[in-house]
C-alpha cells in the first residue's frame, strides 16, 4: 500500500510541476535570415559571423551563386559552423514552377551533391531552400490551375531526386494565403497542406507588421500551423526588413525595435505549438541597414570589425621603393593579328583546377583575349600555371573583379585589394605569367539605391572609377577596363547634364566593354544600333571598345541572349560586326559573356 502511495505522490508531483511550468517547450526556438548576394562571403565573411552572433541566427538561407568559388563557400561555411550556425543553399525563380524551367532545380540539386561531395563534413550545406513564388508570373491570374500542375510536378521531382542522394534538409519559402488555394486534381488539399506534408520545413512570409487582428500575423499563420501540428512539420515565421510600398508588409520603417517587439510575441504566443520552429527575418541586407540605422535595440552599436588581412603568397614581391614610378612590370607583348576574340571565366575555382580546359577551348573558339575574376585569398602559385599558358597561346589575360556595391564610396578598399593585388602578384612572377590589365564589372543600377537616390550613386560610382585608374596607374602600365550597359548614354554625371556616364567611362578608361546584350546584329533594336552613340563618342576620344554579347539564358526576353539561337548563330551574327561596324575605327572586337555558358550553348 506504501508502494501505490508511493506512486501516487509522485504523480501528483510531476502534475503539479507540469501546471506549475506550463507545456510549453523549452526555450530552443530558432532564428534564420536570408543572403541574397552570395558574393558577401568573399568580401564580408568576418561581418556576417558575428552579425549571426550578435543577433543571435543560428541558420542562414544562402544564396547558391555557382560563379562563386567553391572554396570560397568552404571557409564560409566552416566558419559559420564553427560560430553554431547552420547553412542551408538558397535558390529560386518564379520560372522554375514551369515544367521547361526543371532542368534548372536539377542542376542546382547536382550543383550541391557535388560541392557536398567533395567537402569535409563541416564545410557542407546542411539543407537546400527554395523560393520560387510563381504567382508573380504574369499567366497567373489566367492560368494558374496549369502553373500549379507544373509546379508541384517540379517540386515532387526535385524532392525526390535530392532526397535520394542526400539526406540534406529541404525547406521552401509559401505565402501565407495558399491555404486558399486547391491544388488541381485534388480538390480537398489546399495548396498550404500539400506542401506542408512534404518538404522537411516550410517558411510562412507572414509579411505584416502587427500580431494581432484580422490581418495580424497570428490570423494569417492559423492554418498553417495547424496543418503543420497534424502532420508533424516544422513552421517558422518569416517578417520582412525591405522597403515596400505597403507599409504594413514591413519593418523597414516601423525599426528593429518594433519587429523585435513582434517576434517576442510570436515566439510568446505560439510556443505551444508542436510545429513552431523559429523565425526568419527577410532579409540580411535590409535588416543589416535598419541596426545601423536605429542602433542595437537596448545597445550602442559596437566598432566595425577590423578589415581580413590581404594573403601574403609566396614568392614574395619586390617592394616599391619609389612611388609614381612604373615599377609594376608587364608581360611580353602578344603579336595578335585580327580583332579581339574574347570571354569572361567568373568561376576563379575553374582558372585554377581547370586551365587546361579553358585553354583547349579557346584554341577551338579562336579566343585572344580572356577576363579572369580572381580569388584574392588564392596564393599567386595559384594562377601563374594558367596564366603562361594562355600567353604560350597568344592569349591576353586580364584580371576580373567587381561587384554591384563596388559602386559605392563604402566598397572602395574593394577595388584597392584587387588591384594592389594584381600589381603584387605582377612583381613576383615570371614575364610570361603576368596579367595585361584589369576588368571591373560593376553594375550599381541593380542596387536600391539606384532607385532612391541615383544621383548620390553615380556621383559615387564615378569617384570610384577614376580612383581605379588612378590607383592602377600610380605605378604601372597596367589597362583599365570596365563592362557598360549601352542605355548609360542617356544617363548623365549630376551637375554636369551634358556629359553621360557612357562618355565619362570611355573617356576615362583604356577601353570598355560594352553590354550590347542582343541576339541579331541588324535591326533598329540589333547590337550594332544599341551601340551607335557609343562608338561615335569612342572615335571621337580615340578610344577603343569591346562588343560583348550574352550566351546566358535571360529572362528579360529571347532577344537579350543567344541562348536559344544556339552557339552557331551567335558567331553568324558576330562575324557580321566587322563589316557593318567598319566605320568606327574604336571597334576591337567582341567577347561572349561568359566561358561556362558557351562551353554548354546549344551547337
Do not use: C
Amino acid at each position: 500500500m506504501e508502494r501505490y502511495a508511493s506512486r501516487i505522490g509522485t504523480l501528483l508531483l510531476l502534475i503539479t510541476t507540469m501546471f506549475l511550468v506550463g507545456f510549453s517547450k523549452p526555450d530552443d526556438t530558432r532564428k534564420a535570415t536570408w543572403i541574397w548576394q552570395a558574393e558577401r562571403i568573399e568580401t564580408e565573411s568576418e561581418q556576417l559571423i558575428d552579425f549571426s552572433k550578435k543577433n543571435r541566427i543560428n541558420v542562414m538561407y544562402l544564396h547558391m551563386d555557382m560563379t562563386i568559388p567553391e572554396a570560397s563557400y568552404r571557409r564560409f561555411l566552416k566558419q559559420a559552423g564553427q560560430a553554431g550556425v547552420e547553412v542551408h543553399g538558397l535558390a529560386g525563380h518564379p520560372l522554375w514552377a514551369l515544367r521547361e524551367y526543371r532542368d534548372k532545380m536539377m542542376k542546382l540539386t547536382e550543383w550541391v551533391s557535388a560541392y557536398n561531395q567533395h567537402s569535409a563534413a563541416d564545410e557542407r550545406f546542411k539543407g537546400l531552400h527554395l523560393d520560387v513564388e510563381p504567382y508573380v508570373l504574369p499567366d497567373w491570374g489566367d492560368d494558374q490551375p496549369s502553373i500549379i500542375r507544373s509546379w508541384t510536378a517540379n517540386m515532387s521531382d526535385w524532392l525526390n531526386a535530392v532526397k535520394s542522394r542526400s539526406d540534406l534538409e529541404l525547406s521552401v519559402d509559401m505565402p501565407v494565403w495558399f491555404d486558399s488555394i486547391t491544388v488541381p486534381d485534388a480538390q480537398e488539399t489546399s495548396l498550404s497542406e500539400w506542401i506542408i506534408r512534404r518538404f522537411d520545413h516550410v517558411t510562412l512570409m507572414a509579411y505584416r507588421q502587427q500580431i494581432e487582428g484580422g490581418n495580424g500575423i497570428l490570423e494569417l499563420v492559423q492554418n498553417e500551423i495547424e496543418i503543420a501540428d497534424r502532420v508533424g512539420t516544422p513552421i517558422w515565421i518569416g517578417v520582412n526588413t525591405k522597403p515596400m510600398k505597403e507599409a504594413h508588409t514591413t519593418f523597414y520603417d516601423a525599426g528593429v525595435q518594433a519587429m523585435e517587439s513582434v517576434l517576442n510575441q510570436v515566439q510568446e504566443r505560439l510556443r505551444h505549438h508542436t510545429s513552431f520552429t523559429g523565425v526568419a527575418i527577410h532579409d540580411y541586407r535590409y535588416w543589416n541597414h535598419m541596426l545601423e540605422r536605429d542602433g542595437e535595440p537596448g545597445d550602442p552599436p559596437g566598432p566595425e570589425p577590423d578589415p581580413v588581412p590581404d594573403p601574403k603568397p609566396d614568392p614574395k614581391p619586390d617592394p616599391n621603393p619609389n612611388p609614381g614610378e612604373i615599377t609594376v612590370p608587364l608581360p611580353p607583348p602578344i603579336d595578335r593579328t585580327g580583332t579581339i576574340i574574347g570571354t569572361y571565366v567568373w568561376q576563379a575555382e575553374l582558372a585554377i583546377n581547370q586551365p587546361d580546359d579553358i585553354i583547349a577551348f579557346a584554341k577551338e573558339k579562336g579566343i585572344n583575349f580572356l577576363y579572369v575574376r580572381l580569388d584574392l585569398q588564392q596564393p599567386f602559385e595559384a594562377y601563374r600555371e594558367f596564366v603562361k599558358k594562355a600567353h604560350d597561346a597568344g592569349i591576353e589575360m586580364h584580371a576580373m573583379g567587381g561587384h554591384p556595391g563596388w559602386a559605392l564610396t563604402e566598397n572602395r578598399q574593394r577595388i584597392s585589394k584587387l588591384v594592389d593585388y594584381v600589381k603584387r602578384y605582377n612583381r613576383a612572377v615570371a614575364p610570361e605569367e603576368r596579367f595585361y590589365g584589369i576588368h571591373l564589372d560593376v553594375e550599381p543600377y541593380v542596387l536600391p539605391q539606384w532607385r532612391s537616390d541615383k544621383d548620390e550613386v553615380i556621383l559615387q560610382w564615378v569617384d570610384n572609377m577614376a580612383f581605379f585608374v588612378e590607383s592602377t596607374k600610380s605605378d604601372s602600365q597596367l589597362e583599365t577596363s570596365v563592362d557598360l550597359a549601352v542605355w548609360l548614354d542617356r544617363t548623365f554625371i549630376p551637375g554636369k547634364s551634358e556629359l553621360s556616364v557612357s562618355e565619362w567611362m570611355i573617356g576615362r578608361m583604356d577601353y570598355v566593354t560594352l553590354m550590347a546584350f542582343r541576339n541579331m546584329a541588324g535591326g533598329s533594336n540589333g547590337i550594332v544600333a544599341v551601340v551607335k552613340q557609343e562608338m561615335q563618342m569612342a572615335d571621337r576620344l580615340g578610344k577603343r571598345l569591346v562588343v560583348t554579347v550574352e550566351m546566358k539564358e535571360s529572362f528579360e526576353g529571347a532577344h537579350v541572349s543567344f541562348y536559344e539561337k544556339g552557339a552557331e548563330e551567335m558567331l553568324k551574327q558576330l562575324d557580321k560586326l566587322p563589316e557593318m561596324l567598319a566605320d568606327h575605327h574604336s571597334y576591337t572586337g567582341y567577347a561572349v559573356h561568359a566561358y561556362d555558358y558557351w562551353k554548354e550553348a546549344k551547337p
